[in-house]
């Protein structure tokens, strides 16, 4: 483990104690600086779930190691949703769906793309994994856009008819979800067997066992999670501290901070050209959130919420879904990508991240929840 603490990012993991001191016996200490420690112990611990990551992947494959990224990456955005479903703020859980997918279609895979095009030219993906991701994402769109266009066609009265469509919508997306996992890992593995990369990254680091790796990953997951949900009780203050608007809070703000691990994990892979990796950390962990947590946070809401979850994101809500599927449909259909390309998903999340700095707090991007 020496040669792996030469590493500068791994001089950070002091601040995961100190995070963990700071919340509980620092009552005093300013929301900003909470905010910072925290943020900084993300940042090793998502370091490390990036190398077991790559380790499980060895042995797996880029696939099932880019599923397994996904899976344990958005570990810390349920366990954060749940507590905030537990604490009756189901619009702040909406406004986190919606700011996932904006941030892994726009940020993660722009700057990931960009990252791996200043080394490479050219990079190359497996497009007939894309195809099939990208129609499955846009379900995911639709899953969202049926159940808000509803609520404009309905009154008050008829909500039992609102949640009786939202229940079903969630049943439909996790039997989606299932039979994506068959396709992907059973019955179609080929269509994401990875691209050969044009330039092999000479490999410097021994391979682990295949229990350590998970063992990592899993105990590196657990902590993620504790993290972000102290940077996340702080981040509200710091906002308003530092003038930002609750739309920008919660689609903007929370989603990156969630999405740490994703973000390293994704631009990691794509500095070693394997795009592919990149792909499957970055998509599927947009298509987990849509079709697996989404549906499972709806259905807990009737247990631990004081008011059931459902799908209703407004107009805006529509749009901040829509375009990142749209751009990334047109931007994926060659299984090639470069810096600027990179530019492009950026530029789009910017103007994105723009709207909602500047939207103000009596207009909320997550309509609120009819009575």
Not at 57 to 76: K, Q
Not at 207 to 218: F, N
Not at 329 to 351: C, E, H, P
Request: with cysteine; net charge positive.
């Amino acid at each position: 483990m020496t040669n792996y603490f030469k590493n500068p990012i791994y001089w950070l993991l002091p601040f995961v104690p100190l995070a963990e001191i700071i919340d509980h016996f620092g009552h005093g200490v300013a929301a900003e600086v909470r905010f910072a420690i925290a943020a900084l112990a993300l940042i090793p611990l998502a370091a490390i779930m990036v190398e077991s990551t790559e380790q499980i992947s060895h042995r797996s494959g880029e696939a099932l190691g880019g599923l397994l990224n996904a899976t344990f990456g958005n570990a810390p955005e349920l366990i954060i949703s749940l507590v905030a479903l537990n604490a009756g703020l189901l619009d702040v859980v909406k406004a986190s769906i919606v700011g996932v997918v904006l941030a892994n279609l726009l940020f993660v895979l722009g700057l990931s793309f960009f990252i791996g095009g200043i080394s490479y030219r050219t990079q190359k993906f497996n497009r007939r994994g894309a195809r099939a991701q990208r129609s499955v994402l846009m379900i995911a769109a639709i899953s969202i856009i049926v159940p808000t266009v509803f609520d404009n066609f309905i009154s008050p009265e008829m909500l039992s008819h609102e949640l009786a469509l939202n229940i079903s919508v969630a049943i439909v997306l996790l039997i989606t979800y299932g039979l994506n996992l068959l396709f992907m890992l059973k019955t179609h593995p080929q269509y994401f067997v990875p691209k050969k990369p044009q330039e092999t990254v000479e490999e410097t680091s021994k391979h682990w066992s295949l229990g350590v790796a998970v063992s990592v990953l899993l105990i590196t997951s657990i902590i993620l999670a504790f993290m972000s949900g102290i940077l996340v009780g702080s981040v509200e203050q710091t906002a308003k501290n530092l003038g930002m608007s609750k739309a920008f809070i919660g689609v903007i703000i929370i989603a990156l901070i969630g999405g740490v691990p994703e973000s390293v994990a994704a631009v990691t892979m794509a500095r070693k050209n394997k795009l592919d990796l990149t792909m499957g950390i970055a998509v599927g962990s947009s298509i987990q959130i849509t079709l697996f947590v989404a549906p499972v946070l709806m259905l807990s809401s009737y247990y631990i919420a004081p008011l059931p979850l459902n799908l209703v994101v407004g107009n805006a809500g529509i749009m901040i879904v829509l375009f990142p599927v749209m751009i990334f449909s047109m931007l994926v259909t060659d299984g090639r990508a470069n810096w600027f390309k990179g530019i492009q998903l950026l530029s789009v999340y910017a103007l994105i991240a723009l709207f909602c700095y500047f939207l103000p707090d009596n207009k909320p991007i997550i309509p609120l929840l009819k009575p």
